[in-house]
Nanobody, 115 residues
Framework: QVQLVESGGGLVQPGGSLRLSCAAS????????MGWYRQAPGKQRELVAV???????NYADSVKGRFTITRDNAKNTVLLQMNSLKREDTAVYYC?????????WGQGTQVTVSS
């Protein structure tokens, strides 16, 4: 059983930055696709960014140029650097691990962008 633990959420003003971190338990972390998703109140969960085992990345159009996803396979960690945050980025952010027929989710971390 894999556990994903997110951290780094909080309250930030528009234009500010936050860095989310997701620590994964289990072995063979480097073999999995890791992703960040978010869910705002009253909306469906949506993809924010993913990074493959080979380091290829993909972003939602709404965050391109502002967010960066990276992974550290030695530390079983995936990061999401969020810059130039907007009010519409407010949501619960979830870490996701997928591959080899399995999908795991973290418990989520709240990001609130407000003045």
């Amino acid at each position: 059983q894999v556990q994903l633990v997110e951290s780094g959420g909080g309250l930030v003003q528009p234009g500010g930055s936050l860095r989310l971190s997701c620590a994964a338990s289990g072995s063979r972390f480097s073999m999995y696709v890791m992703g960040w998703y978010r869910q705002a109140p009253g909306k469906q969960r949506e993809l924010v960014a993913v990074i493959t085992s080979g380091g290829n990345t993909n972003y939602a159009d709404s965050v391109k140029g502002r967010f960066t996803i990276t992974r550290d396979n030695a530390k079983n960690t995936v990061l999401l650097q969020m810059n130039s945050l907007k009010r519409e980025d407010t949501a619960v952010y979830y870490c996701n691990q997928a591959g080899r027929g399995t999908v795991y989710w973290g418990q989520g971390t709240q990001v609130t962008v407000s003045s």
